[in-house]
């Protein structure tokens, strides 16, 4: 059974940062995009960042570049989103979930997962 678990969500001041990991497990991920989703009350989930199993290559929506840090460790099937800098308006929840490779970042496109940690951020 496939799983992607988040952790590390919580509650922080403007300005501060937070480390969420999502540990991946039931089949191989080496041909996934993983990817972190974002939903905050009202709106519609979108794409904050992703990297490539594979390779390793990292992205990012315009509004997190320069303050969020994608990252995967493949010794423990485990990717992270190193969140800095965060601002009022990151509060969501936010979702890890496994693309295949080329597919885009749509949320259509996820084949899995995770069920989300809260992030909220005071000002």
């Known amino acids: 059974q496939v799983q992607l678990v988040e952790s590390g969500g919580g509650l922080v001041q403007a300005g501060g940062s937070l480390r969420l990991s999502c540990a991946a497990s039931?089949?191989?991920?080496?041909?996934?995009?993983m990817s972190w989703f974002r939903q905050a009350p009202g709106k519609e989930r979108e794409f904050v960042a992703g990297?490539?199993?594979?390779?390793?290559?990292?992205s990012y929506v315009d509004f997190v570049k320069g303050r969020f840090i994608a990252s995967r460790d493949g010794a423990e099937n485990t990717v992270h989103l190193q969140m800095n800098s965060l601002k009022p308006e990151d509060t969501a929840v936010y979702f890890c979930?496994?693309?295949?490779?080329?597919?885009?970042?749509?949320?259509?496109?996820?084949?899995?997962w995770g069920r989300g940690t809260q992030v909220t951020v005071s000002a």
């Open positions: 979930a496994a693309i295949p490779t080329g597919r885009g970042t749509d949320a259509g496109s996820v084949d899995y």
């Open positions: 039931g089949r191989t991920f080496s041909t996934y995009f």
């Open positions: 990297i490539t199993w594979l390779g390793g290559r990292p």
